[in-house]
Structure formats: structure tokens, C-alpha cells
């Protein structure tokens, strides 16, 4: 956890002199970074040697397999190379797309905080290096959301096509184009039901439970493991209540955006009703993972238009703490710690496949 931590540090450090000295320069450095600690992880997460261990086992395209046929694709044309320049392929187009994506939502003045969310927040960095498939279908959505601004409909579903291939779940995402295409206000009347609607989700969770097992049942079988998973606790409240707070920040600063801005606010409100799905199994939250990329980039936008320093730095330092209490308790989880306890490279591989 300690060398992850400093890892961290150091890549916020290099995108808050970014801003300082106005220099993309350092913000690419940062990714450099990322870049390096993902192409060189070696046995770090608890799904990489069943990924590696695939990788050599996969030999001919399986159209019946339970394993996607992206994914298969993608082990078959590495296969000259090997699974290690696989890893470092995918990290490198990941850490060209969220380059692409921050510097272009997030005012410079935030691309620390971005950053530090982004690394932070253990559903949106750590947990996705592991799940390697989701983290590829992930970083098409977010690819692809430039398709929706542009009112593309052929480019986003074939983009989504795509990341179905590699993670099935990804066939949520065909409705999310048409937020872009109707241009729907938020009025006042819109803004308190979207507030209410939020909390109202979480006292209907068991009823929500049924019917996402059936959905499940009938177009995810693969993912029929994850139907007997308890329930998350909610803990204190008080992240919920922020949550809340943050929600409303966002729905009532929709209206002040420009277009493109507009398309990520929607996106980041989407994103909550998508929240409590995860505390009902680990297959729904997985959907959530789709869209944490772009709450964060609404969230340090939001920032902008608080007036007041002190409100302003207020609010995101308890949005950071939020995400270093979830940081910590990550690490000292039973089902995470032993994962990615102990950051491992390459070099101490027994052998080069």
C-alpha cells in the first residue's frame, strides 16, 4: 500500500506542475508514470495469473467460449509477442485516452485532483488493472463519448459493439448515446426530482435485487456467480450524504455548461442512479465502473463555478478524504489485500512467455 501510495503522490505532484508552470508537458509525464506502473505490474491483482494463464491456453477463436471473442481476438494476435507486451499495449492506449479525456474536461487547475481521484478511488484505477477485460471496455466507452457529442450514432454503437466483446455488460451503455441527442433542460421541477429520485433507490433495494437477478439470469448467465452475493452495509452515511450534496452541486450547475460540458454533467447524473445498483451484488456495481471516469471529470469541473475559495477547497478535500478512507479500507480488505498488497514487475517473472 505504502509504495502504491508514494507512486500516487508522485504522479499528482508532476499534474499539479502541469498547472503551475502551464506545461502539458508534466501532465504527460504523470501518465508516463502510470504508463510504466502498469505495462511493468507482474501477479499484481487478483485476476492477473488467471489472465496470463488464459493467454496461453487460448489458441484458436471459441465462438461458444464464456470467455468474450474480443478478448480471444486480442490473445491470438499477441500471441507472436507474448502476454507481457499485451500488458504494456493496452496500458499504453489506456493511458493515451484518459490523457486525451482529462485534458480535455478538466480545467488545468484540477488535473491533480483528477489524477488523485482517478489513483485513489480503488474502482477506477486498482480494481480495473485487474480486470483486464472490463478495463478495455471501459476505455472504449470513454473513447467513445466523443461520438455522442458529435451526434455519431453509427461510430458510439459500434465503439460499444466493440466493448461488448470484451465485457458483456457493456450493452448497457447502447441508451447513454440519446442523452446527447435531446437536448433536455434542467428545470427546476427536473432538478428536485432528480434529487429525490436518488435517495429513493437505496429504500428499494431489495426490491431492485429481485428483478436485477432476473435481468441477469436471462441476458448475463455468465455472471450468475455474483447473484448470491450479500448486500453491501451502507457504514456511517455521512459519504452518502455527500454523495448527495455533490449530486445536487451537479444537477443545478448543469444549465451553466457549455455542450460538450453538458454531455459529461448528464453522463456524472447518470452515474448515481447507477450507485445503489452496487451495494445490491458485485455484477451491478462492475456497470458503475463505466461511468466513475466521468464523475470525477464533472466533479472537478463543478468546482469551478462554487463560489468561494474556502467552499470550494472545502468541498474537494472531503471528496479526497472520502477516497483515501475507501483507498485504505481497499487495502486492508480480505478480498484485496493479498491481490495487491505486494507491487511486483516483469522482472521477477520466472520465466519470459
Not at 471459441?62 to 500471441?79: A, P, T
Not at 484518459?98 to 480494481?127: H, N, Q
Amino acid at each position: 500500500m505504502i509504495l502504491f501510495a508514494i507512486f500516487c503522490i508522485v504522479v499528482v505532484l508532476f499534474a499539479y506542475l502541469a498547472d503551475a508552470f502551464k506545461s502539458d508537458y508534466y501532465l504527460k509525464l504523470s501518465f508516463i508514470i502510470i504508463f510504466i506502473f502498469l505495462a511493468l505490474r507482474y501477479e499484481y491483482g487478483n485476476d492477473y495469473i488467471s489472465y496470463m494463464d488464459l493467454f496461453y491456453r487460448i489458441d484458436h477463436l471459441d465462438i461458444g467460449s464464456h470467455i468474450e471473442v474480443g478478448w480471444q481476438l486480442l490473445c491470438l494476435l499477441f500471441k507472436p509477442f507474448g502476454f507481457f507486451v499485451m500488458v504494456a499495449a493496452l496500458a499504453l492506449i489506456q493511458c493515451v485516452v484518459y490523457y486525451d479525456f482529462i485534458k480535455k474536461y478538466v480545467p488545468s487547475r484540477y488535473y491533480s485532483l483528477a489524477l488523485f481521484l482517478y489513483l485513489f478511488t480503488p474502482t477506477c484505477f486498482l480494481i480495473l488493472s485487474s480486470a483486464m477485460r472490463q478495463s478495455v471496455s471501459v476505455m472504449i466507452f470513454v473513447f467513445a463519448i466523443r461520438y455522442i457529442y458529435e451526434k455519431d450514432i453509427i461510430r458510439y454503437f459500434v465503439s460499444i459493439i466493440i466493448a461488448m466483446m470484451f465485457h458483456a455488460s457493456a450493452i448497457v451503455l447502447f441508451p447513454v448515446y440519446f442523452l446527447g441527442v435531446f437536448n433536455v433542460k434542467i428545470n427546476r421541477a427536473a432538478a428536485v426530482l432528480l434529487f429525490i429520485i436518488y435517495p429513493l433507490m437505496y429504500l428499494v433495494l431489495q426490491y431492485l435485487q429481485i428483478h436485477l437477478g432476473e435481468v441477469v439470469s436471462l441476458y448475463f448467465r455468465d455472471y450468475e456467480m455474483y447473484l448470491d452475493a450479500e448486500m453491501s452495509s451502507f457504514g456511517t452515511g455521512l459519504g452518502f450524504i455527500f454523495n448527495l450534496f455533490v449530486l445536487a452541486l451537479i444537477i443545478t450547475r448543469h444549465g451553466l455548461q457549455n455542450k460538450e460540458h453538458k454531455l459529461i454533467y448528464k453522463l456524472a447524473i447518470l452515474s448515481y442512479y447507477v450507485m445503489p445498483f452496487s451495494y445490491i451484488n458485485p455484477m451491478a456495481g462492475r456497470i458503475g465502473m463505466y461511468f466513475l471516469p466521468v464523475l470525477i471529470v464533472a466533479f472537478t469541473s463543478v468546482l469551478i463555478n462554487v463560489k468561494g475559495g474556502v467552499v470550494r477547497h472545502s468541498i474537494a478535500a472531503v471528496y479526497s478524504f472520502i477516497a483515501i478512507i475507501a483507498f485504505y479500507k481497499f487495502f486492508e480488505s480480505d478480498i484485496w489485500a493479498e491481490g495487491f498488497g505486494v507491487y511486483k514487475t516483469i522482472l521477477s517473472a520466472n520465466g519470459i512467455y
